[in-house]
């Protein structure tokens, strides 16, 4: 008992708040105030910095090269964990906590995954089935575990989010996906090669896909969004379809810009670089050409289609009465993006940490959520879900990073 | 000893609510007080539930039962004291954190990477390559002459006793110079600039294009182009450079792999420029040799080599710079082909 004497010494001493300052700590979030129309307003910050970003990205770099890529799993929890903890909303950070073994299983899955997919027709009609099939079966399941591994994993004010789906659900909503999705490569398979049949199949099933495309996105947002919770609340998504299509349609319209203007683009540039207005330059020329059609495409595009999206999904989310918009704009994303390409390039790649971190922030930032009464209220009342505290265990299943 | 006392956010992890406590650190013993000196919690700090120190984050310690603790550390005071109380950064840490160490890790990056792309997958290929079962070569070559027939070949042209001809007296010279090498000669017909080409296929299936034949006025040379392309079949150029595309694309992954798949495909396409120079060369050399077994000069593969570059040339296709070029330079090859030539 002798090391309780100071401790009870320095515990009567220490009032917290008055103590704030004199220990040095960081003020406290300023009492929040609502918006004149009662709406209280929280802004997200983010506090990552590319200098100190570069570092870990480099030596996880590094470690999984030299590890032939087993410690990718390890540097994937340290960067998401950098990420969320730079992250801010009312003065809070959010954490991630996952098992770097369960997504060096999942990595393991996908990449089997994906070279069956990929080679399993070049193999024969049998396997190329097979692998179909079991993608179709394995599918939906793996999404859902996905899911349960990105959200469960993920916590803020020490509770965790979570993805509360059953896995019939899963099936209900991810099959037909898959099953478009799919059409092309069996029919490809299937229909005798270079025939008119083949030519029509083929060319009515590719359409029929891309018609498809904002529906399946929407789908499997407002399948991510309606089951996604935090504690015992539960996030729920309002049905947003004409809006994707719309914001698609006219991501298309900048498709056909954006090709237009890299075709000039290259069409001014590819004589320069041989010396002669000749269109059959070298393959290698063709190749740059492509790839700088391709960039110009995305740079043009990805920003209007990533910003519109992200406003309609947030616009139409809700946990509650707590309300969540971000104020991302199409035309700063893409002098954002622009700026991110050129710098990429020109450093041989050693920009893109910088890159990572500058569109964290412009995306953690443009974060609002509204709520009638202050968060810390809402916080007081938002429980763990059942007993839960250390995070669920089948969220650990499988770690995949789908990018959704 | 206390090493000092922060202030910070506490979770109970049963809700979100966050209470505001005063953190001290005893020696490894950590406790937490909260409003009023209530002391919450007493332990000994495992270094395993600290978070590392990033500059402007928080350091998050998980306690028992789910509850948390974020405690700001803006000034790395709290780092000091951790540091002092003997829970410091592991080795990964201190890296992540010093410039020199990370900029090293940056040159071993590209050194290692180097070495993998001119050293190590090739030689992984090569390895693989003669590992692999015979029908799985056989099947990858048969699928791209299906898909060539389909698409770009016609049926040759060429008179039935023509190509029977030119399949007898290419035998006979690769049964003198290299018996053990199986291959398979196939006649075809394409139009336009692929026209005049010859190709070998894995496992072994050489291709001889009509427009080939027509453009050359000496057997021989005909002769030296095939031995070429039977260079690329004894040495599995064609499925080593399919296993080299697949290494260096998973190379590339590793390091773009979460950026764009243009970026990404930039180094590959690179790469299987590259590795094809050093198989073209290989196959220059084994050309070489079945025509000195034979006794037949280089002069007219010299000559034909001469006359695809003008024809290449003329029709305003100005030859790549040597490191974008699939083929080494043609004064090279040819170069090398006179000094054989001439011993």
Same mark, same amino acid.
């Given at each position: ?174 099959? #037909? ?14 229909? #005798? ?138 035309? #700063? ?72 | 000893?206390? @090493? ?72 790395? +005071? ?96 690769? +049964? ?63 499925? +080593? ?88 330079? @043609? ?13």
């Amino acid at each position: 008992m002798s090391d309780a004497a100071p401790r009870r010494r320095i515990a009567d001493d220490l009032e917290p708040g008055s103590l704030r300052a004199e220990l040095g700590g960081a003020p406290l979030p300023a009492e929040p105030a609502p918006e004149p129309d009662g709406t209280y307003v929280s802004r997200m910050t983010f506090t990552g910095r590319g200098d100190e970003y570069f570092r870990i990205w480099v030596v996880n770099l590094f470690l999984s090269i030299v590890t032939l890529g087993v410690y990718s799993a390890w540097a994937k929890v340290r960067k998401t964990r950098y990420f969320w903890q730079n992250a801010r909303l009312d003065g809070h950070v959010f954490d991630f906590h996952g098992n770097p073994l369960a997504i060096l299983r999942g990595r393991i899955v996908a990449l089997a995954l994906v070279v069956a997919y990929s080679w399993g027709f070049e193999f024969s009609l049998a396997v190329g089935f097979a692998s179909i099939a079991v993608l179709l079966a394995a599918g939906p399941w793996l999404f859902v575990k996905a899911q349960q591994f990105k959200f469960g994993n993920t916590s803020f004010r020490g509770l965790r989010f979570g993805f509360a789906a059953a896995p019939a659900t899963g099936y209900r909503i991810v099959l #037909p996906i898959l099953a478009v999705w799919f059409s092309t490569t069996v029919l490809a398979a299937v229909v #005798p090669r270079m025939s008119i049949g083949w030519g029509i199949a083929l060319g009515g099933a590719s359409f029929a896909t891309i018609l498809l495309i904002p529906g399946m996105h929407h789908r499997l947002k407002a399948f991510q969004h309606g089951h996604a919770t935090y504690g015992e609340r539960r996030f729920t998504f309002r049905p947003a379809l004409v809006e994707f299509y719309w914001v698609y349609v006219k991501g298309l319209a900048l498709i056909v810009i954006g090709g237009i203007l890299g075709s000039l683009l290259s069409a001014f540039v590819a004589p320069a670089l041989t010396g002669k207005a000749d269109p059959g330059g070298p393959d290698w020329l063709w190749f740059a050409i492509g790839a700088a059609v391709g960039l110009t495409v995305y740079v043009i595009t990805w920003p209007y289609l990533a910003a519109r999206l992200q406003q309609v999904v947030w616009a139409h989310t809700r946990m509650d009465d707590v309300r969540f918009r971000t104020e991302i704009t199409a035309w #700063p994303l893409f002098k954002l993006v622009l700026r991110n390409v050129a710098l990429t390039l020109a450093t041989c790649g050693l920009y893109w940490p910088f890159a990572a971190v500058a569109l964290a922030r412009y995306r953690v930032e443009c974060m609002r959520v509204d709520a009638d009464v202050p968060l810390a209220t809402i916080a007081a009342g938002t429980f763990a879900r059942g007993n839960i505290a250390v995070g669920d265990a089948a969220a650990d299943t499988f770690g995949f990073d789908l990018g959704l | 000893m206390t @090493t000092g006392a922060f202030p910070g956010f506490r979770f109970d992890g049963r809700t979100a609510l966050a209470q505001e406590v005063v953190v001290t650190l005893e020696a490894r013993t950590l406790a937490v007080t909260a409003k009023g000196g209530i002391a919450l919690e007493r332990m000994l700090l495992d270094p395993a539930r600290v978070s590392e120190r990033f500059a402007a984050a928080p350091r998050v310690i998980a306690l028992n039962r789910g509850v948390m603790l974020e405690i700001p550390d803006a000034d790395g +005071r709290f780092d000091r004291a951790l540091a002092a109380a003997g829970i410091a950064a592991t080795p990964v840490q201190r890296m992540q954190r010093f410039w020199p160490a990370a900029v090293a890790a940056l040159a071993g990056l590209v050194m290692i990477m180097a070495a993998a792309y001119v050293y190590g997958v090739p030689a992984a290929a090569h390895w693989l390559a003669w590992r692999l079962p015979a029908g799985f070569e056989q099947k990858i070559g048969d699928a791209v002459l299906v898909e060539l027939d389909e698409r770009t070949f016609k049926p040759s042209a060429l008179p039935a006793e023509r190509q029977a001809a030119l399949t007898q007296r290419f035998a006979s010279a690769a +049964r003198a110079a290299v018996p053990d090498v199986a291959y398979r000669l196939e006649f075809r017909n394409a139009e336009g600039p692929t026209g005049a080409n010859a190709l070998a296929l894995p496992g072994g299936t050489i291709v001889l294009l009509d427009g080939l034949v027509a453009m050359t006025h000496d057997d021989d040379a005909l002769v030296g182009v095939l031995s070429h392309e039977l260079g690329h079949v004894a040495g599995k150029h064609s499925l +080593r450079q399919l296993l080299q595309t697949v290494g260096v694309g998973a190379l590339a992954g590793l390091l773009w792999g979460d950026f764009s798949s243009v970026i990404a495909n930039v180094p590959l396409a690179f790469g299987v420029l590259h590795y094809s120079r050093a198989f073209e060369r290989e196959a220059d050399e084994f050309a070489l040799r079945v025509l000195r077994e034979n006794g037949i000069s280089a002069h007219p593969l010299d000559d034909f080599l001469g006359e695809m570059d003008r024809r290449a040339r003329d029709k305003g296709r100005a030859a790549p710079p040597a490191f974008l070029s699939t083929h080494p330079p @043609t004064d090279e090859r040819r170069q090398r082909l006179r000094e054989a030539a001439g011993q």
